[in-house]
């Protein structure tokens, strides 16, 4: 199986309260995100990308069309338990996914779901929490720990069940720088070394710049589709939507402007001033 | 200052007492209650508190912390004492004041109810003290599970005291920074009769409750992408065990329950 996710003509809407009509989302929308792959979806406020995270495991069901998750249909529901064992999820706000008052406790609480042997359930809590780096704090109060500390314990209870694939909602939305880079970090090395499909969903650039592919949905729709350097250097595209390009391309883009002629595709600081300084060289 | 609020305090420890299981400690508990309201007279008093006070010294916490729980309870303690001792009938009156009376059974009675009481609060301070707030759910919900078979919802309630323990710290946090919020826009919580202050809670509470509600919400959802789909099924990570110690400990809490049952037997 090749293909983790497949989004086919999918279409959906949030029904209306009383005489509002109804709010549509997705009229007629096409994705493929293939295994082990770090998808970032990117996207301004109410584009539809949180909607069509919540379809990655049968929270929301598809109004018309058809998503498979490693070929399960996810409006079938009987498949619902082995999808949601497939795609983990992790929300933006940690306190409100931790189950548990001890940081172990929450951790075991999806295998524990899952019926799995209890010794087993320690070998999983005792992995996934090394694997994200929280493993000296599994006695601990989780409303004693920071905001990235928690969202990692989160993250950790999703990989204790053990998913092909893990889709983050903005799990970074409500931290602060460090616990941002903490997060990052943690999923970058998910998906390096144990292969784990990873749906980012994200607004920022920066984030999405570590994927391999960027996906930036508008209105619906898929605006653009591509590895992060093709999407980013189309910044007229990414401004006509509401995003900003990282600040590498929007300073080149700037400079294009007064009569430079830079390559867009620049994503990190160093690369950048090398250009720069190639540019002004001569 | 909401800070201070403690519930269910927890001292870790790794004394016999804390070792345990959780499922034994509440047996316990029940057999001491019981053997508590057996005893009657000076000499089964005596062995119950013997008990008590070894199990405390064996568990290790600071007696300090049994007085500190205590406090709370100060009033309904002088409430019983008082009454105990103006409305026992007796003979060997001590004092006469006008138509009240303090009797010597009085004193006596009032001294055992107060007692009494000491005694089973401290008992469940030794359980709360020396057992997390998770092993005792587990335990409940251990002991309870025969009820499951006429349809009591025993691991539901389990699971929403054990998320209810969780949110008590989130939740105490929230309330603190709503608190701040209101006071910065010129909210008044410190002054006024009683009526003025609860009326000023108002603006507290509603935004406390909608987010209440809102997390319940996102945690119902995170929940069931774990998912969960209630108790069937439903293994554990930590299986509850009994060791020696366990079967020790009851042994020891049977002997209590029989020379308190022996002692009032001979009308002791």
Known sequence: ???????????????????????????????????????????????????????????????????????????????????????????????????????????????????????????????????????????????????????????????????????????????????????????????????????????????????????????????????PREVFSQVELLHSIGLAAPDTAELCWELNKHGFDLPLGSLEPDECAQILYEALKV | MLKDVTLGQFFPGKSVIHRLDPRTKLLILVGYIVALFLAVSWLSYGVVFVFLAVSIAISGIPLKSFFKGMKPLMFILLFTGILNLFFTQGETVLVQIWTISITLEGVIRAFFMVFRILMLVTGTFLLTYTTSPIALTDGLEALLSPLKKIKLPVHELSMMMCIALRFIPTLVEETDKIMSAQKARGADFESGNLVQRVKALVPILVPLFISAFRRADELATAMECRCYQGGDGRTKMKLLRMHGCDYGSFLVAALLITAVCVLRGFGL
């Open chain 1, 1 to 227: 199986m090749d293909k983790a996710i497949s989004v086919e003509h999918l279409k959906f809407a949030y029904p209306g309260v009383d005489d509002t009509p109804d709010i549509v989302v997705f009229e007629d929308l096409n994705l493929q995100i293939k295994q082990g792959s770090f998808v970032a979806v990117l996207g301004g406020n109410g584009c539809g990308k949180s909607t069509l995270a919540k379809h990655f495991n049968s929270i929301l069901l598809p109004g018309g069309g058809k998503v498979y998750v490693y070929g399960m249909d996810t409006s079938d529901p009987e498949k619902l338990i082995a999808i949601r064992r497939c795609t983990g999820m992790v929300f933006q706000n940690p306190d409100n996914q931790i189950v548990a008052n001890v940081v172990e406790e929450d951790v075991a609480f999806g295998p524990e779901n899952l019926g799995i042997a209890s010794p087993e359930i320690r070998n999983r809590v005792d992995r996934a929490l090394k694997q994200v780096g929280m493993y000296s704090y599994r006695e601990h109060a989780p409303h004693l720990l920071s905001g990235g500390q928690k969202q990692r314990v989160a993250i950790a209870g999703v990989i204790a069940m053990e998913p092909k694939c893990i889709v983050l909602d903005e799990p970074t939305a409500m931290l602060d720088p460090r616990g941002r880079r903490e997060v990052m970090d943690t999923i970058l090395k998910l998906n390096a070394e144990k292969g784990i499909t990873v749906v980012l969903i994200t607004h920022h650039m920066d984030e999405a710049a570590q994927a391999q592919r960027v996906v930036v949905l508008h209105q619906g729709k898929v605006a653009a589709d591509g590895t």
